[in-house]
């Protein structure tokens, strides 16, 4: 029996430093993206003695989302929805436009590896150096230092990364003093624990794999693409056939390509594929193999765009000789407008129903145990919890009120008069009691339709809910 193992070994990518003008684009994503994720959590924002002064902050304790001037409730959890389904939509919009460009340039996996990448590049030096250092059986005194340096950064950027999650859902300065000092919840260390193994483990080690294995997107994009979008390609009918580079030129050689089969682009490859084979799921078009090819063609005199952005339906008028047509062609079609337009829509509902929510807020729960009580004088009477939130950010006195067909009253617990004050952006849970004299038609009957107000006494504002009272009717 045959003891060859079926499965290959991995052989670790080591992307080749390039500079140009995509190159210069992910490092400025990559540094806007990184700061944002990092000092957003420091910033600051006024809203009032009794609410917390971080800008942005997921309160879970008091089941509170703030976002600047924005402070969405549990029962507005629509507005997250709201933003997924826009992200679901700019993602199938830019996938239809400009293929992977969200995997190429924002991707948390793929900012965090390139930062990783930069690192060991700092430490180990380009590709040619760090192929063989990993080749290198012996293990030196160099190799573990340069190995020892590298793993610590990576540990301290992990670790940057796993404490700046948790300060998103707590006050920033006070938690990083209870990390520090040892007083923080265990929940703290163990999120921090858990981001900083994972981010050492995917940036530094698992990279493309990542994309390659476990992202599903490279799965399903291509339902998302038609010939129309634009993608990096190469233009086979211009490079092939390939040859070295020949300082002289023989008229009886058969023609050659542009392509010199440098294998630039291939060594710049942060998931190690050749882009000239064709389009692949692997390939996360972070258009560095265009950079990497355009500076060869200038060194060797070539027209630069052998590698670009391309579409399949340019393909057979550029074999022709023909222009290809212009970008916003490609990007300001049907399939795209539809993407925005639904993306702009969902986008327009969420800034009204923003604009348009009340203040105040009241829910209604009948008491149902039991549904109906019957008093001493024979009249009927329910229970119902009332919870009243107060959204401003000082206290008010909310009148409460009923309307119904019905001839019924209302009762406040713990209230002589008809209203209660409630703390300044909280929720109050008041009990109310309702009573329908015995020979009335509520009393009797089975449901009658009910309505509870509340009525700010400052602003006015009044928000209601409608609910049913049981009567005798019901068979109890």
Known sequence: MSSDSLYAAREPVFPRRVSGRFRSLKWIIMAVTLGIYYIVPWLRWDRGPALPDQAVLVDLANRRFFFFFIEIWPHEFYFIAGLLIMAG????????????????????????????ILVERWIEGDR????KLHRQKKWDLRKLRLRVTKIFAWILIALATGGAWVFYFADAPNLLRDLVTGQAHLIAYSTVGILTATTFFFGGFAREQICIYACPWPRIQAAMMDEDTLTVGYREWRGEPRGK?????????????DCINCMACVNVCPTGIDIRDGQQMECITCA??????DDMMEKIGKPRGLIDYLALSDEPLERAGTPPRPIWKHVFRLRTMVYTGLWSLVGVLLIVALLMRSDIDVTVAPVRNPTF????DGSIRNTYELRMRNK??????FEIGIESSEA????????????VTVDPDSMRLQ???????????????????????????ISNERAHKDTVFHGKGNGQ
């Open 89 to 116: 939509l700019g993602l199938f919009l830019f996938t239809a436009a400009l293929g992977r460009v969200w995997c190429g340039y924002a991707c948390p996996q793929t900012v965090w590896t390139d930062l990783f």
């Open 128 to 131: 040619n150096a760090r192929l």
């Open 245 to 257: 580079l020949q300082k002289e030129v023989d008229p009886n050689a058969p023609p050659q390509g």
């Open 288 to 293: 560095l193999c265009i950079d990497a090819c």
């Open 373 to 376: 009580v019957t008093l001493s």
């Open 392 to 397: 401003h950010g000082e206290e008010r006195r």
């Open 408 to 419: 019924l009253s209302l009762s406040i617990e713990g209230s002589e008069d008809m209203s």
């Open 431 to 457: 009990r109310v009691y309702v009573v329908a004299p015995k020979t009335s038609q509520a009393a009797q009957g089975a449901l009658s339709d009910l309505t509870f107000w509340i009525e700010d006494s």
